[in-house]
């Protein structure tokens, strides 16, 4: 389970920078904003007129993509989690009660 933890972590991670980049080509509304001075120029140059709908639908796709990674290793943590307790609480040593109290010297009194 723990293999499967860090590939899923390590494709969030790519996830992660590809969403972010992917919202930074973007541009904005109103004036072009950062896509415009990240060379927003360049996508239209690459996808055509078209790519305000294709850089939007890899947004969606990769955000949609991260949140079910997001969700799958919440719910692998929580198995981890559950599991290790389980065997810890099987794995405790046993431990026997001495058969008898350990003889004590007598004490003594001071007159």
């Known amino acids: ?13 790519f996830t992660s920078v590809f969403l ?3 919202v930074l080509a973007q541009k ?7 896509g415009a001075a990240l060379g927003g120029g360049a996508t239209e ?11 939007t639908k890899l947004t969606i796709n990769a ?3 991260f949140f079910v990674l997001c969700f799958g290793l ?9 599991h290790q307790k389980a065997d ?5 040593p046993t431990i026997a009660a001495p ?5 004590t010297a007598p004490v003594a009194a001071k007159p």
């Open 74 to 82: 919440y719910l692998g943590q929580i198995y981890v989690v559950k």
């Open 88 to 92: 810890a609480r099987a794995a405790l």
């Open 99 to 103: 058969a008898a109290a350990p003889a």
């Open 63 to 65: 955000a949609i993509v």
């Open 28 to 34: 904005a509304k109103a004036d072009g904003g950062m």
């Open 45 to 55: 140059a690459a996808f055509g007129a078209d790519t305000g709908n294709v850089l």
């Open 20 to 22: 972010i980049l992917v």
């Open 1 to 13: 389970m723990s293999i499967l933890i860090i590939i899923f972590t390590v494709v969030l991670l």
